[in-house]
């Protein structure tokens, strides 16, 4: 299978590319100003005081675990929202510069077949997000683990469900590439999927302000097929601060998610099979 | 029998777009046969359907109509592909890998077992392994077409396909590269070559196909193609009279000592000779009138004067 080969190959070419080092070096310096510039102090598993870069952070009282939830949360939407919008960016190359000419010629004349082509475009850059969520997610957990002793892998499950919801954006992003062949209308495909999504997820929030009737069930047909973006940031940021969360609901978003996104790379995949280049 | 390298029979391709019900004929009904071994060179004017035809044959486009069958396979089938070496046109190099790098990765896909070893071997073959460190964005338009080689040639492939192959190399590189295609030659590989450079694939090449307007106008061996049954090449010793060589029935050229002879049959070539040594000539080399390829290539393309409008 040399789906595999397509993707590490997409990771090496990764590697090189500044936008990837730009997030490698930003997230690690995050993180390190973080680990320099915030002390904690924590007495009998309570936090009792906190100062960044020398300054005292008024907090009242209370046990870490809890008083980290607030800023997990956070974390939990930045690496959500702050990740799909840099992958839909940075990403949106990837298609159509497989596609460029001399190049596609080059890597069809060799034995690969082509839905392994695009399977294996689309599984580096998936793999490729989840280097990225992870990365993040994992040093912040150990980064305040060390600093107040509570260790819990639920950030790194939240940054997790942003890379599940990426592979929908990227799925239809490169649909679209195979299509066009441009990065900008990929790029574009991606941050337009994106505000949809999140449009999607309050849906039936929105549709109250539309009058009842025609408008409004455009609205709904329109929003029904869309990935519920904005429901799973929800969700992650909820599971990032340890609240309750309704597990079938998140599990139906989820699959549906995961759905949208094969049901995208299924089309691209059609449409490269048939195409001349 | 002889196997075959390339088959195309009946091939058509017609570019349609999306809202357009007429397109435009890439490929008309092209009948060629290739045998295992062959040195091929395809040459045509500009929009005369070489690509697309490659790429017919690496399936990488899909013909309209017509069978295409590479060293007896469907070129969709991988195990086809893996036996086929390609160098494109204008080949796309990751600018930031290095050629060492490039080449494992062709090779990996490739499917080779030894991916290091064949990947150095095969710098070293076109002159690039003391540059294997080096990026490829800092190549020469040159290095870049030799690497372009390096990977077709991974895997011993059983056949080459080469468009402009030596397109931007300097001479002492093109020599370099005619010695390699030597080499994959006398290994029994096939060579299909495209090449605007028509020295070159006379040099190469030991059959020839000329495309024009999607149609192969002419095709057979480069000596049946650019020679003469009936006109021979004739020099004589300084010193000849031309005018009584004129008498005698040879056309004069503008070397004052080569003349012409055009005779139906080696009977008439002969008593033709006599007429001119009785005239003191000292015949010293005679030959059939070769064309170069490029008058091969203007004849075939030039319409026949019966065909042409007049004004």
Not at chain 1, 172 to 189: E, G, N, Y
Not at chain 1, 192 to 210: I, K, M, N, S
Not at chain 2, 154 to 172: A, F, R, Y
Not at chain 2, 278 to 291: C, F, H, K
Request: glycine share 10%; charged share 20%; net charge positive.
């Amino acid at each position: 299978m040399k789906t595999f080969t397509i993707a590490a190959d997409l990771l090496r070419e990764a590697a090189s590319r500044r936008w990837f080092l730009a997030l490698g070096l930003a997230i690690t310096l995050i993180l390190l100003v973080l680990g320099l510039a915030l002390r904690i102090e924590v007495v009998d598993g309570a936090l009792a005081a906190s100062r960044l870069f020398g300054r005292t952070l008024h907090n009242p009282i209370r046990a870490a675990d809890v008083a980290l939830r607030p800023l997990f949360r956070a974390a939990s939407y930045l690496i959500f929202y702050g990740g799909l919008l840099f992958g839909a960016v940075a990403c949106a190359d990837f298609g159509p510069s497989l596609l460029a000419p001399g190049r596609i010629e080059h890597v069809l004349s060799l034995p690969v077949r082509r839905f392994e082509l695009i399977l294996g475009t689309f599984l580096g850059v998936l793999v490729l997000s989840l280097l990225g969520a992870l990365y993040g997610s994992t040093g912040l957990v150990v980064l305040f683990g060390v600093k107040t002793g509570v260790f819990t892998a639920r950030p790194i499950v939240s940054a997790l469900l942003a890379s599940a919801t990426f592979s929908a954006l990227y799925g239809a992003m490169l649909a679209v590439s195979i299509v066009a062949r441009s990065a900008a209308l990929s790029a574009a495909t991606g941050l337009a999927l994106l505000g949809l999504g999140v449009l999607a997820g309050y849906r039936e929030r929105v549709a109250t302000f539309l009058e009842a009737g025609l408008s409004r069930a455009a609205f709904e047909t329109f929003t029904l097929v869309l990935p519920r973006i904005s429901t799973l940031a929800d969700a992650a940021s909820d599971i990032a601060a340890s609240t309750p969360i309704d597990s079938g609901a998140l599990l139906a978003n989820l699959a549906g998610v995961c759905i949208y996104g094969l049901a995208a790379l299924a089309l691209g995949i059609h449409f490269f099979e048939h195409r001349d280049f | 029998m002889l196997a075959l390298a390339i088959e195309a029979r009946g091939l058509c391709k017609t570019y349609r777009g999306w809202f357009r019900s007429t397109g435009h004929e890439a490929l008309v009904d092209l009948d060629l046969a290739i045998a295992s071994g062959a040195a091929f060179g395809l040459i045509g004017p500009n929009g005369a359907g070489k690509t697309t035809f490659i790429k017919a044959l690496l399936g990488v486009l899909r013909p309209t109509r017509g069978l295409v069958r590479v060293l007896g396979q469907s070129p969709d089938d991988p195990a086809t592909r893996a036996r086929i070496g390609y160098l494109p046109e204008r080949l796309h190099l990751p600018a930031s890998f290095t050629p060492l790098r490039f080449l494992e990765g062709v090779a990996r896909l490739k499917g080779l077992s030894d991916i290091s070893h064949e990947a150095r071997h095969a710098l070293t073959r076109v002159g690039l392994a003391g540059d294997a460190s080096r990026r490829i964005g800092g190549f020469s338009k040159g290095m870049r077409q030799r690497l372009g080689l390096a990977a077709a040639l991974l895997g011993k492939p059983l056949l080459l396909i080469l468009d402009e192959p030596t397109d931007g190399v300097d001479p002492m590189g093109r020599v370099e590269i005619r010695t390699i295609l030597a080499e994959e030659r006398a290994r029994g590989a096939t060579l299909f070559l495209n090449s605007h450079l028509l020295s070159e694939t006379e040099r190469i090449c030991d059959r020839i196909g000329i495309l024009a307007g999607g149609r192969l106008v002419r095709e057979g061996p480069l000596e049946a193609l650019s020679g003469s049954d009936t006109r021979h090449r004739l020099r004589f010793a300084p010193g000849s009279d031309p005018e009584a060589l004129r008498a005698a029935g040879l056309t004069p050229t503008p070397d004052p000592d080569v003349f012409l002879a055009d005779t139906p049959d080696p009977l008439t070539l002969n008593t033709l000779l006599d007429r001119a040594r009785a005239t003191g000539a000292l015949l010293v080399e005679l030959r059939p009138d070769l064309r170069d390829l490029e008058q091969v290539l203007t004849d075939a393309l030039t319409p026949p004067p019966s065909s042409r409008r007049s004004p």
